[in-house]
């Protein structure tokens, strides 16, 4: 069975940071692209940050850029998500995703094209 498991969510206090953890398991293929969703209260799903294995580009959402880094590790099939800086509207579930298929770069923001989700970590960022 293909399983995400994210780990590393918690609360924080504005302007701290935390670190988050997603294993990959029970496939042989690498994903095509892997990254970082969240969805907070009342509000869509959105994507946070994600690589494309195309060309190993690092996509992210503009509301992000400059305090979180994605990071992939190939050996241990895990990526990572580095939040600094972080805000009281970072706060929502954090969701690991991935598709084993081919998908053209920049669209690995978009979840329709991801098939594989994990289960989530919540994030808190206290004012």
């Known amino acids: 069975e293909v399983q995400l498991v994210e780990s590393g969510g918690g609360l924080v206090q504005a302007g701290g940071s935390l670190r988050l953890s997603c294993a990959a398991s029970g496939f042989t293929y690498e994903y095509y692209a892997i990254g970082w969703f969240r969805q907070a209260p009342e509000k869509e799903r959105e994507g946070v940050s994600c690589?494309?294995?195309?060309?190993?580009?690092?996509y992210y959402a503009d509301s992000v850029k400059g305090r979180f880094t994605i990071s992939r590790d190939s050996a241990n099939k895990a990526v990572y998500l580095q939040m600094n800086s972080l805000k009281p509207e970072d706060t929502a579930v954090y969701y690991c995703?991935?598709?084993?298929?081919?998908?053209?770069?920049?669209?690995?923001?978009?979840?329709?094209?991801?098939?594989?989700w994990g289960q989530g970590t919540l994030v808190t960022v206290s004012s």
């Open positions: 690589i494309s294995s195309n060309d190993g580009s690092l």
């Open positions: 995703a991935g598709t084993r298929f081919p998908l053209s770069p920049g669209l690995c923001l978009n979840r329709e094209y991801l098939e594989v």
